[in-house]
């Protein structure tokens, strides 16, 4: 397919483990480039606890664990880091089953439907506690990337609403993106431009990938139906955006050297939808497309 990216999705800390230690990461670089493949971003279970997500007592050390998994990352030439900031409920989904196109299943969000699905109590947190505690997190963590060659890109809160379930969300919208760039200035201080999300939140894409430009060190290139209350994942070529002025824009605006990944994809007939969003074939699809639109704005 032409693909020489890999983005680390699936890193899982286990066994008492809370960081990803030098040899760990050696191992799993050696794996993928014996598959003739470049690890360019570790995203999903990076080292980030949300004792420092919330800055409760124990967050210094776990921020030095960060650190040291970021200096690991540089040492490897592992060059970007997604993290994100939603606290307890992550990725929030409602549906995984939706039926599209030919049969093929989708997952969905809507806000009258969700509930808290874990147990514990309700995280007991202020946005401004949330907003502190990324700030002193950055103030900590921006000059060892910088120091490392490690760029770091935020995601946004998937659905970026003011909270789910109970638990309040921050990074939502245009204007968290434009404090916590304003918070440390610095290229290694970035975004993971999510586009399923920034769609969520209402904004015209193409105007928006070129306002962050240069501060945008990874995407996730989908499109949704809907809005943050309640929407439905698309196949890439039948959401509502204009996915090649997205593309466009990108070839505009940001770094070349940007990786970019399909993100959710459609789960399609003879796959068992176990991993809703993360299947084969609905990739290999959107790979396609998605060099059909690089190889169009390139002409």
Known sequence: ????????????????????????????????QDAGLDVSVIEGSVPLTDRVR????????DIE????????????DIPVVCYDWMVGIRWARTEAHVETRGGSLVTAYSNDRMHRCRAGPAVDASREQLWDALEYFLQEVTPVAEAAGVKLGLHPDDPPRESVGGVPRIINSTEAYQRVLDSYDSEHNGITFCQGNFAAMGVVLPETIRRFGDRINFVHFR??????????????DEGPRDMLAAMEAYQD?????????????????GEDNSNP?????????????????LEQTQR
């Open 253 to 269: 605006a940001v770094d070349d050297d940007v990786v970019m990944r399909p993100d959710h994809v459609p789960t399609m007939v």
């Open 65 to 76: 664990e960060f650190k040291e998994f970021i200096r690991h990352c540089g040492q490897l």
């Open 223 to 236: 499109d949704i139906e809907g809005d943050a209350d309640d929407f439905v994942e698309t196949w890439h």
């Open 277 to 293: 969003g993360y299947h084969t074939k609905g990739r290999l699809f959107a790979v396609g497309y998605m060099r059909g639109l």
């Open 1 to 32: 397919m032409g693909v020489e990216n890999a983005v680390v999705h699936t890193l899982e800390i286990g066994d008492g483990k809370t960081t990803w230690s030098y040899h760990d990461l050696l191992h799993l670089k050696n794996w993928y």
């Open 54 to 61: 919330l800055g409760m007592e124990g967050r210094d050390e």
